[in-house]
């Protein structure tokens, strides 16, 4: 049985009220022997994304060939899967080696803080990445007056609001709550869902703020992905040309891969049943879109995308020329 750290106070009503100074993570596994196996696949994995993530951003920042709205938002997309991989990853490679798996108060709530901001950032960036794609094929004339600097910015900028505002709402709702004393999270880090059900006091209106804005943000941005596609499948079959056909088929290709992926993902995590919930199964999927997905992107559109290609072409044969 672990006890939990905390300070008991006191109060005028003679109540035992407890001030958690840190949680405990149950996180992946409680068998000892698939701790290290576990902190070296986790760990590769990590390594993968962070090296592919920070490539994709420098690539598209540094190469002539890349600066179109297209890689202008696929540079926010590595930085979002940077930012919330890297908002759980290392706790969690931490306490694969460590003797306790504890999480301090302060950086459970900043935990929570970050991968709700980037989380949220990354459904609503697929989502202009999505309407981008849309003007492209389109719309190919007016792409250049549509997709300026500053409509990208727009799209970017007000998605990153959003989120910071709701990911301190959620925050601070759940971190201003009476906690019963109990600190065991059954997760590797810190969620909301998990977080909930610590709490002594009323969870309905935090839980209603989730459902609504989770309901919100992934139908709504999944119903910007749908339509935009729809147009452009309709705009692909009133081609004449297979060739064209199929350029425009390969630019969408890799978003339509990642986008697949991710929502499928959430959908299974947030929008299950409550009768059927289970944090086992909340943690596969954690995995999933927390370490997998963010590995996986830079891949996804390394792999399929011709010009990505073509720039980590040009900059190794540049290195190449480099006078040892």
């Known amino acids: 049985m672990v006890v939990p750290t905390a300070i008991s106070l006191y ?16 996180g992946i596994t409680d068998h000892p022997e698939l701790q290290a196996p576990f902190f070296g696949f986790f760990l590769v994995i990590y390594t993968v994304s962070v090296v592919g993530n920070l490539g994709m951003i420098i690539l598209t920042k540094v190469d002539s060939r890349l600066q179109t709205p297209m890689y202008f938002f696929l540079r926010h997309l590595a930085f979002i899967d940077l930012g919330y991989s890297s908002a759980v990853a290392p706790k969690m490679l931490v306490n694969f080696v460590a003797d306790q798996n504890t999480i301090p108060y302060n950086w459970c709530a900043t935990q929570l803080a970050f991968f709700i901001l980037f989380i949220i950032s990354e459904l609503f960036n697929l989502s202009a990445m999505a309407y981008d794609r849309y003007v492209a094929i389109c719309n190919p004339l007016l792409y250049t007056i549509v997709m ?67 309901a919100f943000n992934l139908i709504s941005s999944l119903l910007i992905v749908l339509v935009s596609y ?4 309709m705009a692909i079959l009133r081609m004449n040309s297979a060739e064209g056909r199929l350029k425009a088929f390969s630019t969408c290709g890799s978003h339509l891969t990642v986008v697949v992926v991710l929502y499928v993902t959430l959908f299974f995590m947030y929008m ?37 290609k073509g720039a980590l072409h040009r900059i190794w044969k540049n290195l190449h020329k480099l006078p040892v």
Request: net charge neutral; charged share 15%.
């Open 11 to 26: 109060g005028l009503d003679e109540q035992n009220l407890t001030v958690l100074t840190e949680f405990i993570l149950m």
């Open 148 to 214: 300026s600097q500053r409509v990208c910015w727009g799209l970017i900028t007000i998605p990153y609001v959003y989120s910071a505002c709701l990911s301190l709402i959620i925050t601070i709702k759940i971190f201003m709550a009476s906690f019963c004393g109990h600190n065991v999270i059954r997760h590797f880090y810190c969620d909301s869902l998990p977080l909930l059900t610590l709490l002594c006091s009323s969870t309905r209106d935090i839980e209603l703020i989730i459902l609504i804005f989770s």
């Open 230 to 233: 729809i147009l452009i499948l």
């Open 272 to 308: 299950q049943p409550k009768s059927s919930h289970s944090f086992d199964t909340d943690k596969i999927a954690s995995i999933f879109y927390t370490l997998i997905i963010p590995m996986l992107n830079p891949i996804i559109y390394s792999l399929r995308n011709k010009e990505v």
